[in-house]
């Protein structure tokens, strides 16, 4: 079993350029699967109905999503009703929306957990131990895919150490910038601390860098927007034993204007 997980979306251009190499992706290496992080794809901050259905119409088949989840009200409306769609499964129990989602293809199936880490994001319950609860609630000993939605390094590897040999992959995001950490951890189970991003390549996490660079200088409130210009799309591979769950391989895919996509 082949998994892709491509990294947050952010803004319009994060949405262009997901469709523009999501087709070449496919051609070039044959997942099976493919899970997206969607949390920051409306203006950078949250997701609509109609971006998450242009998603799944051009071949997605997860989205997950992370502390933005909420920032379009909208979501509210649709949310409950999307079954390939995952919030942070940590959220108090009677949060809309569901925290893992069992998908199946004809080769196999796939459980994908969405997870958000405490350390400088909200206070939500324990990332740990909702692991541990939605594993005792799965039967079969199905393949799982984590994407642990975190602010630090430490809290992401701790939790992938936490859940080795237990789950197939954990996948971080949120902090844009993919990290060159990859590997397989002694009981099988793949680790990147961060998938990085798609979107503006020659912003700040995908924002203008001068608004950004404003906000460090002054201190003062400052209204982000999304950059322009060149883009980039993160990704990572993952290749699982569809018998045992465990990880084979794991490798990452980074495409930008200084590194062009070769067919």
């Known amino acids: 079993m082949r ?7 952010v803004g319009l251009s994060g949405q262009k350029t997901l469709l523009e190499y999501l087709p070449k992706l496919k051609r070039a290496h044959h997942p099976d699967l493919i899970v997206v992080n ?9 997701i609509t109905r109609p971006i998450a259905r242009e998603f799944y119409g051009s071949g997605v088949d997860c989205i997950t999503l992370g502390n933005h989840t909420w920032d379009k009200r909208e979501i509210f409306d649709f949310i409950d009703g999307e079954e390939r769609m995952v919030r942070p499964a940590n959220y108090p129990e009677g949060t809309p929306g569901q925290g893992y989602v069992h998908l199946k293809f004809a080769g196999g199936e796939l459980v994908v957990i969405n997870l958000m880490g405490r350390s400088f994001l909200s206070t939500l319950d324990c990332p740990f131990r909702e692991a541990d609860a939605i594993l005792k ?5 199905p393949p799982v895919l984590v994407d642990f939605h975190a602010e630090t390094t430490s809290e992401k590897l701790a939790l992938a150490w936490y859940l080795d040999g237990r789950v197939s992959a954990v996948v971080g995001t ?8 990859e590997r397989i951890l002694p009981q099988g189970t793949a680790y990147l601390t961060d998938v990085g991003m798609v979107g503006p390549y020659d912003g700040v996490l995908g924002m203008d860098k001068e ?5 460090f200088l002054t201190q003062l409130p400052v209204r982000f927007e999304v950059a322009k210009g060149r883009n980039q799309l993160n990704a990572v591979l993952i290749d699982l034993n569809s018998a045992t769950g465990k990880a084979t391989g794991i490798k990452r895919l980074r495409l930008d204007d ?4 070769f067919e």
């Open 3 to 9: 998994i892709l997980m491509i990294g947050d979306v």
């Open 38 to 46: 969607g949390e920051n794809a409306a203006d950078g901050r949250g």
């Open 137 to 141: 609630k799965l039967k079969g000993n």
């Open 174 to 181: 949120h902090t844009h910038i993919q990290t060159a950490d």
């Open 211 to 215: 608004l950004v660079i404003k906000k």
């Open 258 to 261: 200084d590194q062009p996509w």
